[in-house]
């Protein structure tokens, strides 16, 4: 069974930085896709960052520009980079891993961005 586990999330003040980690259970290879998705409190779940298997990245526009999604195939792990964090980035993020068939989703890591 695929599980995917988030870590680092934590309390930033704005204009901070923030590294997010998804480890997964065996190879991330398996995945054609994987990305990283968040939910702020009273809103629906929006995507944030993709990467496909072959490097190719995607951002939401909110974050373009100040965030970095990456992959280590070496240590099975996604990432995302965040700086120049805002108070809109609050938010409880999750990590998704696509198969060929079948999705994962992880069971998110609290991001906060206060003062």
């Known amino acids: 069974q695929v599980q995917l586990v988030e870590s680092g999330g934590a309390l930033v003040q704005p204009g901070g930085s923030l590294r997010l980690s998804c480890a997964t259970s065996g190879s991330i290879l398996r995945f054609n896709v994987m990305g990283w998705y968040r939910q702020a409190p009273g809103k629906s779940r929006e995507l944030v960052a993709t990467?496909?298997?072959?490097?190719?990245?995607d951002y939401a526009d909110s974050v373009k520009g100040r965030s970095t999604i990456s992959r280590d195939n070496a240590k099975n792990t996604l990432y995302l980079q965040m700086t120049r964090l805002e108070s809109e980035d609050t938010a409880v993020y999750y990590c998704?891993?696509?198969?060929?068939?079948?999705?994962?989703w992880g069971q998110g890591t609290l991001v906060t961005v206060s003062s």
């Open positions: 990467i496909t298997s072959g490097g190719s990245t």
């Open positions: 998704n891993a696509q198969g060929r068939y079948f999705e994962v």
